[in-house]
């Protein structure tokens, strides 16, 4: 069965930093583009990044660029999501998603397959 784990979520203060991990089991995503999606209560799951099977690829919302970064590393079947200059809004659970294999990436959340429980990032104003 295949899965995704998300870990690395906590309570940071504005300005801080957090790096999330999504680590794959039950079979390889080696081939799979992968994405972090986010959401609050009451919103929609929202596109955060999203980085293609190799990695030389990668995307983010508007809202992200800059501060966050997206990389992967497939000898260990992990994907990471690395937060910087954190702020309040950035308050949600965020998720790993991953596409069926050799899909180009994409940044619709219709679009991936395979979804994460999620993991809570706290920011503090």
């Known amino acids: 069965q295949a899965q995704l784990v998300e870990s690395g979520g906590g309570l940071v203060r504005a300005g801080g930093s957090l790096r999330l991990s999504c680590a794959a089991s039950?079979?390889?995503?080696?081939?799979?583009?992968m994405g972090w999606f986010r959401q609050v209560p009451g919103k929609e799951r929202e596109f955060v990044a999203a980085?293609?099977?190799?990695?030389?690829?990668?995307y983010y919302a508007d809202s992200v660029k800059g501060r966050f970064t997206i990389s992967r590393d497939n000898a260990k079947n992990t994907v990471y999501l690395q937060m910087n200059s954190l702020k309040a809004e950035d308050t949600a659970v965020y998720y790993c998603?991953?596409?069926?294999?050799?899909?180009?990436?994409?940044?619709?959340?219709?679009?991936?397959?395979?979804w994460g429980q999620g993991t809570q990032v706290t920011v503090s104003s």
């Open positions: 998603a991953a596409r069926r294999p050799f899909n180009i990436v994409a940044t619709t959340r219709d679009d991936y397959d395979y």
């Open positions: 980085i293609n099977w190799s990695g030389e690829s990668t």
């Open positions: 039950g079979r390889t995503f080696n081939w799979n583009a």
